[in-house]
């Protein structure tokens, strides 16, 4: 597996980055004209209202209106920076762009700092009267959420002072991705014929799809030992993104990290706590699922890398790119014809996808871009039906993006992240629906629904795993007990004890697990992806059992974007979060998959 370098790739296998900036000099040239002062502050016509926003609902609006331009112009610039900085992590030019628009971001933040505190600082009855004011228009959403915040706002001089603390305090997360990324080193791993394979992070989650458990074995040891090496480093700089947020929690006054996490989208800690309670009381379901996979592939007992081993052979495939957009696209049509077509010309023609990996190109998968951009992708595909998953995963976060910028003025366009999951989760529900239907043969069904268990596996119990991880370390740290190697390798072994159960036999380097998974460093971020598969399954099953009605209300959801607060949006759509009700349906549809399961195998 020799990877090609960036400039070997082919042109119409990589994103277009043309409706950004046709090249970097264009970027350079919008960017000197992004400010208007040389020096600060670098935008003059914003500070002028400093000191106004009492005098009149006119000015809020005037103020709205500089504010919201230079964002959306200073995200252009980013989302260019970051997507080259990603084709290829180590270019210099790329890095220095990055570093440049990263760094005048933070500028920004500084400079417009006073604008909250300056509205929360008005009287009561002033901001009501601006609320009420119809002229406010799109202004009247961001304004609320401001209003919403109202407690936790610091003075002028508070803001500020965080704000100019941010680059440092996130340095963290930069050491991280540059020892995980880029120094970290892995041997090659054998498999069972003694040849050896290169490891990286691209071809860990590959080898652990193989059927060969020698290699599934040495892929999983040597990559978990390697962190094992270092598990100092690396929990000094987990505990540096948890006490950041510790930071920052305790500054603004909230009760708790989850709490300062959950509060600005107005997400109640009972969502949290729910999904966690609720998954610890259903968890006999996942039990079952894992002596079920223990079951078929011979084994008394189960280890970690048997998590992914394909359960029944011979329908291992590989399907060219083009083959998956045909069936992504023939998947969504439960979403009609304009959904379908804007989608298809998406992922092709209109290059919103970098499709293949490159040497040093960023690991994983993502959807992103901005108000002046396309819904870019950035993926690692190599063929397999994960890869095809993910492709209809992040092409749900692309159409969502589309459908809400299409329909929202800038200020309300961007949705949060506890939507975002959403979108994704559905789509890779119709395409299992898709294949589910169009598959015949028996051993393709069963492989179906295994790929189906092991992602509901994956994004359900997994990531609520996770969730539970980060509000342990987070709850010690409040506690003030250090988070030590020892302490967290214990914590991550007992959780994942009991989420396997019984038939799980626990590895010694497996504890290291915790020390790179990079979404620790996002702020309470993965319960998002349980309580979003969640709505996504509910609201699935609506539109494919429904018609008309059903589809248009979800579509209308995916194009209100950031227009409300992410509950009320999904009320909207017909799911109701603080009642548990998605979690506990998502724990039967798991359940009645493995029954369906252990009938087939059983033939
Ligand atoms: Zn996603």
Request: hydrophobic residues 35%; proline residues 4%.
């Amino acid at each position: 597996m020799n990877l090609p370098t960036r400039q070997e790739q082919k042109l119409p296998d990589c994103w277009d980055l043309k409706p950004l900036y046709t090249d970097d000099k264009s970027w350079d040239d919008d960017f000197k004209k992004v400010t208007s002062s040389q020096k600060a502050p670098f935008w003059p016509e914003l500070n002028r209202f400093r000191g106004h926003l009492g005098e009149s609902v006119e000015i809020v609006i005037e103020a709205f209106e500089i504010l919201f331009s230079i964002q959306r112009k200073l995200e252009k610039l980013f989302v260019y920076a970051h997507l080259k900085h990603d084709e290829e992590i180590t270019e210099e030019g790329s890095k220095g762009r990055f570093a440049k628009i990263f760094s005048l971001y933070q500028q920004f933040g500084d400079e417009r700092s006073w604008f909250e505190p300056e509205l929360l600082a008005l009287p009561q009855e002033k901001l009501k009267s601006y609320l009420n004011d119809k002229r406010l228009g799109d202004y009247r959403f961001p304004l609320e959420v401001i209003v919403h915040l109202k407690p936790h706002i610091l003075d002028a001089q508070g803001e500020a002072l965080l704000a100019k603390s941010e680059e440092a305090l996130t340095t963290s997360y930069r050491a991280f991705k540059a020892l995980t990324d880029a120094d970290v080193v892995f041997p090659d791993v054998k498999d069972k014929d003694n040849k050896s394979h290169p490891l990286s992070h691209g071809a860990y989650t590959f080898y652990l799809r193989s059927s060969d458990r020698t290699l599934r074995k040495e892929t999983f040891t040597t990559f978990h030992e390697t962190f094992s090496k270092y598990k100092n480093t690396l929990a000094e700089l987990y505990q540096g993104v948890v006490k950041n947020h510790h930071f920052q929690a305790k500054a603004r006054g909230y009760e708790s990290c989850m709490q300062a996490a959950l509060f600005p989208r107005n997400i109640p800690t009972a969502v949290y706590t729910a999904l966690i309670s609720s998954v610890r009381e259903g968890i006999d379901v996942h039990h079952r699922y894992i002596d079920l996979r223990a079951k078929v592939l011979g084994l008394d007992k189960f280890h970690l890398y048997d998590s992914y081993a394909p359960l029944i052979d011979g329908v291992d495939i590989e399907i060219p790119y083009q083959e998956a957009v045909d069936l992504v696209i023939a998947s969504v049509a439960p979403l009609g014809k304009d959904y379908q077509e804007t989608l298809a010309k998406g992922l092709t023609e209109e290059r919103w996808v970098d499709r293949y990996e490159n040497k040093h190109k960023r690991s994983g998968a993502y959807s992103s871009g901005c108000y002046d951009s396309p819904p870019y992708i950035l993926m690692n595909y190599k063929g397999s039906y994960k890869d095809l998953f993910t492709l209809a995963h992040e092409a749900g976060h692309s159409m969502h993006s589309y459908l809400s910028k299409n329909r929202q003025p800038y200020p309300l366009a961007d949705y949060p992240i506890f939507l975002a999951e959403v979108a994704s989760t559905f789509n890779e529900e119709l395409l299992f629906q898709h294949l589910l239907k169009s598959t015949k043969d028996e051993k393709k069904r069963i492989f179906l629904l295994t790929q189906k268990l092991d992602d509901i596996r994956a994004t359900f119990f997994r990531q609520t795993m996770f969730a539970e991880f980060e509000l342990k370390t987070h709850q010690l740290l409040e506690e003030q007990t250090p988070l030590t190697p020892e302490l967290l390798n214990n914590l991550y072994r007992d959780l994942t004890q009991f989420y396997f159960g019984p038939t799980l036999a626990f590895d010694g380097h497996a504890e290291a697990e915790w020390s790179r998974i990079p979404h620790f460093y996002t702020n309470f971020y993965v319960y998002q992806y349980a309580t979003g598969i969640s709505a996504a399954l509910l609201l699935a099953s609506r539109v494919m059992k429904g018609g008309e009605k059903e589809r248009d209300s979800y579509l209308n959801f995916l194009s209100l974007g950031g227009s409300n607060y992410p509950i009320n949006l999904l009320k909207e759509a017909g799911v109701d979060m603080t009642q548990g009700e998605a979690v506990k349906s998502t724990l039967n549809l798991f359940s009645s998959l493995t029954k369906e399961m252990e009938l087939a195998f059983k033939k």
